[in-house]
Nanobody, 124 residues
Framework: QVQLVESGGGLVPAGGSLRLSCAASGRTFSSYGMGWFRQAPGKEREFVATISRNGARTYYADSMKGRFTISRDNAKSTVYLQMNRLQSEDTAVYYC?????????????????WGQGTQVTVSS
């Protein structure tokens, strides 16, 4: 089992940047594929990015490509999401998640463990 705690959210003007962190504790962090999702008010939770256990492979939702970067530091049991050129449509609660079964995943059901989320608000 793993526990996840996100941090780094906040209020940022359009065009700005934020770096989210997700610290894991519990079972060996490097045994999990990791992902970031987000959920805006009134909308379903959507995929943002995923990274393989060793960090060698990353995948992004189309609207995030070129603006967001997912990375991980297994020595620190932490996954990051660098977000640049933020837009008002990026306003949401951002969640990190751990996938105990496969190296990466694009669906919420791929992930067995979730953090509590961190709010990102982009002002226009």
């Amino acid at each position: 089992q793993v526990q996840l705690v996100e941090s780094g959210g906040g209020l940022v003007p359009a065009g700005g940047s934020l770096r989210l962190s997700c610290a894991a504790s519990g079972r060996t962090f490097s045994s999990y594929g990791m992902g970031w999702f987000r959920q805006a008010p009134g909308k379903e939770r959507e995929f943002v990015a995923t990274i393989s256990r060793n960090g060698a492979r990353t995948y992004y939702a189309d609207s995030m490509k070129g603006r967001f970067t997912i990375s991980r530091d297994n020595a620190k049991s932490t996954v990051y999401l660098q977000m640049n050129r933020l837009q008002s449509e990026d306003t949401a609660v951002y969640y990190c998640a751990a996938n105990p079964r496969t190296d990466w995943g694009f669906q919420t059901y791929d992930y067995g463990y979730w953090g509590q989320g961190t709010q990102v608000t982009v002002s226009s």
